[in-house]
């Protein structure tokens, strides 16, 4: 166990990764740069107070209602990074807080030596804001270079393409 195994479980989770391609379709596509800077601090402490949740509570969630959990908040971002309602900037911030906090309580890592579940936690909370961060930076660069109309569909139908995984996805879970 260490920080890269930490840091490379949160990319062998497919869940997870869907989950930071739809936050960064999202967050990309409804605020501007500085606001994206902002969300990056919010998930960042919303991941750390939620993994620490995890560690010191006695309440634990079981894996699959988790996963469940995480799939239909898949679904929902990604319905709204297709759609791209009026109310969407607000349901981003919404977004992030609560995708961090299901994340935040999936990268727990199993228990071990003190030093090594330490190590190999941190690296589960570096990825999980590495990925975030990448994939809102790079949806955000997209969407900001290109300006016509039919290349910023192509966000939007990306979204709608992440939307049928996850549904498929989700309804596998249930």
């Keep these: 166990m260490g920080f890269y195994t930490g840091l490379l479980h949160i ?3 497919a869940a997870l990764v869907m989950a930071f391609l739809a936050l960064g379709l999202l967050v990309s596509q409804t605020v ?4 994206i800077k902002k969300l990056l601090l919010v998930f ?8 620490a949740f995890a560690l010191l509570s006695p309440l634990v969630f079981e894996p699959r209602t988790l996963f469940i959990v995480l799939w239909v908040l898949i679904v929902v971002v990604c319905i709204h990074a297709a759609l791209l309602p009026k109310w969407t900037p607000k349901l981003s911030t919404v977004s992030v807080i609560t995708l961090g906090l299901v994340m935040g309580q999936m990268t727990v890592p199993d228990p071990g030596p003190f030093w090594s579940f330490t190590v190999t936690t941190l690296g589960s909370i570096a990825g999980c804001f590495l990925g975030f961060l990448y994939a809102a930076l790079l949806f955000n660069f997209v969407f900001e270079r290109f300006q016509k109309f039919w290349q910023r569909t192509v966000l939007r139908v990306l979204a709608a393409w992440l939307f049928a995984i ?3 996805l989700s309804a596998l879970q249930i």
Excluded at 32 to 35: N, Q, R, S, Y
Excluded at 44 to 51: E, P, Y
């Design 32 to 35: 501007d740069l500085e606001k």
């Design 11 to 13: 990319f062998t989770e």
């Design 166 to 168: 996850a549904f498929l």
């Design 44 to 51: 960042l402490v919303t991941i750390i107070a939620s993994t």
